[in-house]
């Protein structure tokens, strides 16, 4: 796992409560190191500070989202929702707001690799010019494939297997997110949705099948 900040005691206290929860830990103190890390230990997970000196928490992301499919968390401040909401917007896995506690992060880290286990599940599911492969975990739209991120590919999942039925964001964090609205912004549910449709919709402004229940929340309608 790599943890990236520049704060020297947030990474202390996190590698070591990671550590004592028995994941190895590899630490890096600005985004440039965070690259060379990335590129060298292949880690399983990263913790990721987004205001970092010589190369900005976004820029490692993109970094990342172009070489692998790696989970990754944000680590951001109160003031920090733009970039927040620009990290998901790359494929961030999830986001902890500072300050946290320990506990929450690695509660989350659990959360995360959980959702990133591949499933060994055949099933094929399939919707306008979409079809999905849950067992190779890979999406086609007109026979092209779709990069989703874990997160957006787990989304897609548990709309699929709940049609023409309405479910609401907190639904959504406690099912997909593994989380609560106490813990993550909805607001991420949206993001994601958004996400989505911009990549399988045939026009995601006029959307055919994740649909908006203005005040309660989504329908996918098949």
């Given at each position: 796992?790599?943890?990236?900040?520049?704060?020297?005691?947030?990474?202390?206290?996190?590698?070591?409560?990671?550590?004592?929860d028995?994941?190895?830990?590899v630490?890096?103190?600005?985004?440039?190191?965070?690259?060379e890390?990335?590129?060298?230990?292949?880690?399983?997970l990263?913790?990721?500070?987004?205001?970092?000196?010589?190369?900005?928490?976004?820029?490692?992301?993109?970094?990342?989202?172009?070489?692998?499919?790696?989970?990754?968390?944000?680590?951001?401040?109160?003031?920090?929702?733009?970039?927040?909401?620009?990290?998901?917007?790359?494929?961030?896995?999830d986001?902890?707001?500072?300050?946290?506690?320990?506990?929450?992060?690695?509660?989350?880290?659990?959360?995360?690799?959980?959702?990133?286990?591949?499933?060994?599940?055949?099933?094929?599911?399939?919707?306008?010019?979409?079809e999905?492969?849950?067992?190779?975990?890979?999406?086609?739209?007109?026979?092209?494939?779709?990069?989703?991120?874990?997160?957006?590919?787990?989304?897609?999942?548990?709309?699929?297997?709940?049609?023409?039925?309405?479910?609401?964001?907190?639904?959504?964090?406690?099912?997909?997110?593994?989380?609560?609205?106490?813990?993550?912004?909805?607001a991420?549910?949206?993001?994601?949705?958004r996400?989505?449709?911009?990549?399988?919709?045939?026009?995601?402004?006029?959307?055919?099948?994740?649909?908006?229940?203005?005040?309660?929340?989504?329908?996918?309608?098949?």
């Open positions: 796992m790599l943890v990236v900040d520049d704060e020297p005691m947030v990474r202390e206290v996190l590698a070591r409560y990671l550590s004592h028995g994941f190895e830990v630490e890096a103190e600005d985004g440039a190191e965070a690259v890390l990335l590129d060298e230990h292949h880690p399983d990263v913790l990721l500070d987004l205001m970092l000196p010589k190369k900005h928490g976004l820029d490692v992301l993109r970094h990342a989202r172009s070489t692998t499919d790696v989970p990754v968390i944000l680590l951001t401040a109160l003031g920090e929702e733009r970039d927040r909401v620009a990290g998901l917007e790359l494929g961030a896995d986001y902890v707001v500072k300050p946290f506690s320990p506990r929450e992060v690695a509660a989350r880290v659990r959360s995360v690799l959980r959702r990133a286990s591949p499933t060994t599940a055949p099933s094929i599911g399939s919707f306008g010019e979409v999905v492969d849950f067992g190779r975990r890979v999406v086609t739209r007109a026979g092209d494939e779709v990069d989703l991120t874990r997160l957006e590919f787990d989304l897609l999942a548990f709309m699929l297997a709940n049609p023409n039925r309405v479910v609401s964001r907190d639904e959504l964090l406690q099912s997909v997110w593994e989380s609560s609205a106490d813990w993550q912004d909805p991420t549910v949206t993001v994601h949705v996400r989505l449709r911009q990549k399988l919709e045939q026009d995601p402004s006029e959307p055919s099948h994740i649909l908006t229940v203005y005040g309660v929340g989504y329908r996918f309608e098949p």
